[in-house]
């Protein structure tokens, strides 16, 4: 039977951007955008790439500040990290706020602070703004809880996937618990503690064992 992990909720608005954190020697930074045509970076699956694509030129989207933090050494591609405006799958989200959604750094790569530093590129673009990014993740990859709480993000909530039949891309997340979902008498102390280690592993071996640690590029948190 299909379980349901939760989701937490964390977000960050930006004031003042903080320092770009230094990429290791012989890795290159560059943020791609969809341009008239051109709606997914090349190379990248259609899903959920093409959707996303799609929904920046059809004006899903509330705002046109869909792009994607990507980081390459030798020309490959070893991370990701993607920016997604407000749309109905994010009820939670206000209008100008974003999401940093499907990151994913190469199995190889794991642990070197890529992560972080794509993350604090995104700050820095954002730079006093005052607008507010989320970050959402299942609550059992605690790699990824770990890089959101480095990079700054505050414990907001704990949600859930609603499932819209047979359509699992269109499915909303909805926070439950904490201070915009219904009151709980477990917030703010219980449903969210300090993410346990992550075993190391060497290799494209590396991950997290179950769900979206594995070496394969996820689609992303949702
Ligand atoms: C989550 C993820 C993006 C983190 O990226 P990263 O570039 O390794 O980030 P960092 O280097 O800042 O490391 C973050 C944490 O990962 C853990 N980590 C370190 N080395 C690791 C390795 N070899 N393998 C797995 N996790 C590792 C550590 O907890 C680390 O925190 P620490 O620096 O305080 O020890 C990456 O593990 C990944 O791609 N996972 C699979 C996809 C995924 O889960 N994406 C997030 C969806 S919300």
């Keep these: ?36 045509f051109r709606i997914r970076p090349e190379g990248f699956p259609a899903m959920p790439f093409l959707v996303w694509g799609w929904c920046h030129a059809l004006g899903v989207f509330a705002t046109r500040d869909y792009g994607i933090m990507l980081i390459f050494r030798r020309g490959r591609l070893v991370h990701r990290t993607c920016l997604l405006p407000a749309h109905f799958r994010f009820p939670f989200m206000g209008p100008g706020d974003l999401q ?39 609550e059992d990859n605690n790699a990824s809880i770990r890089l959101a709480e480095k990079a700054g993000f505050q414990p907001w909530g704990r949600g859930r996937k609603l499932a819209s039949p047979g359509l699992g891309m269109l499915g909303a997340f909805h926070i439950t618990e904490g201070p915009s979902g219904r009151p709980s008498a477990i917030w703010p102390g219980s449903w969210y503690a300090c993410s346990a280690p992550v075993p190391k592993a060497s290799g494209s071996a590396a991950g997290l064992g179950a769900g979206p640690g594995r070496g394969r590029p996820p689609s992303g948190c949702g």
């Design 1 to 36: 039977m299909k379980t349901h992990i939760p989701f937490l909720f964390f977000r960050k608005t930006i004031t003042l951007g903080p320092e770009q954190a230094p990429l290791p020697p012989g890795y290159t930074l560059s943020f791609w955008r969809p341009g008239r």
């Design 100 to 138: 940093a959604a499907g990151i994913w750094t190469h199995p190889d790569h794991r642990g070197t602070g890529l992560g972080l530093v794509a993350l604090r590129a995104v700050f820095h673009q954002l730079h006093g703004s005052g607008r507010t990014v989320w970050y959402m993740v299942r």
